[in-house]
C-alpha cells in the first residue's frame, strides 16, 4: 500500500530519497526548517532558494541513477535549462534529447519539481513552522544580495560547462565555482566580504563613522 503524504513536497521527498547533507540533520524537514529558520548553526535561506536546492537534489538522485555526472557545473546548468523561461527553446529541447539518450524523461523530471509556495505550504501548514520577522529588520536585502551572486554564478556555470563540453579547460568538470562579492575602502586598500562588512557593522575599522 502506498504510504499517505501530505503534500507534493513530501511525496516527491519520498519518491526520490532525498535526504539532507551528511551531519546536517535527521531528514529532510528537520533540514528543510532549519535552513529556513537559520538555526543550529545554520544561516537563513528564503524559500526560493530553498526550493531551488530541493529541486537540484532531485535531479542529482536521478542523475546518479541513470549513470549520469552530478558534478555542481553539470547541475546547476542543466537545472537552469531545464526550469527557466530565459534560456532559449532550442537549448532546452537539446537538453531533454539529450538526458533522453540516457533513459531519462526530462520533461516529467521538471513537473516533479516544486516552488516556493508549494514548499512554504509544506513548512507552515504540514510542519506548522512559522519564521517570525522583526517589525525593524527584515534582512530582505542580505536575501537579495544572495541571489543576485547565486544567479551570477549560475550564469558562470553554464558557460563553463560549455567550455568543458568543448574540452577547453582541462579538469573544468570536477571544480566548484566560488563567487563571493566584496565592498571596498575609500580611503586605504582594507577589502571585505559583504557577509563580513553585514555582521560587524562596517567595512574598515580605520576608517568607519562612530558617531
Known amino acids: 500500500m502506498t504510504p499517505d503524504h501530505c503534500c507534493k513536497v513530501e511525496r516527491v521527498s519520498a519518491t526520490f530519497d532525498i535526504s539532507p547533507p551528511s551531519r546536517d540533520a535527521d531528514d529532510i524537514d528537520e533540514y528543510l526548517v532549519e535552513r529556513w529558520l537559520g538555526i543550529n548553526g545554520n544561516d537563513s535561506v528564503g524559500l526560493r532558494t530553498l526550493a531551488e536546492w530541493f529541486n537540484k537534489q532531485i535531479l542529482r538522485e536521478v542523475y546518479r541513477e541513470h549513470g549520469r555526472s552530478d558534478s555542481n557545473v553539470r547541475i546547476n546548468s542543466d537545472f537552469d535549462a531545464l526550469q527557466s523561461d530565459k534560456i532559449p527553446v532550442h537549448e532546452r529541447e537539446e537538453l531533454i534529447s539529450e538526458l533522453a539518450d540516457d533513459g531519462i524523461d526530462g520533461e516529467a523530471i521538471s513537473k516533479k519539481f516544486i516552488s516556493k509556495s508549494t514548499l512554504s505550504r509544506h513548512l507552515k501548514n504540514c510542519l506548522d513552522v512559522n519564521k517570525e520577522r522583526s517589525n525593524s529588520d527584515t534582512e530582505w536585502e542580505i536575501e537579495r544580495i544572495t541571489i543576485a551572486k547565486n544567479t551570477y554564478k549560475s550564469h558562470l556555470e553554464s558557460a563553463l560547462q560549455s567550455l568543458d ?16 562579492a566584496y565592498v571596498s575602502c575609500s580611503e586605504c586598500p582594507t577589502r571585505v566580504t559583504i557577509e563580513t562588512a553585514y555582521d560587524q557593522g562596517y567595512v574598515c575599522s580605520n576608517h568607519h563613522d562612530t558617531s
Not at 165 to 180: A, F, R
Open 165 to 180: 563540453n568543448k574540452e577547453k579547460i582541462n579538469g573544468i568538470k570536477s571544480s566548484e565555482v566560488q563567487v563571493q
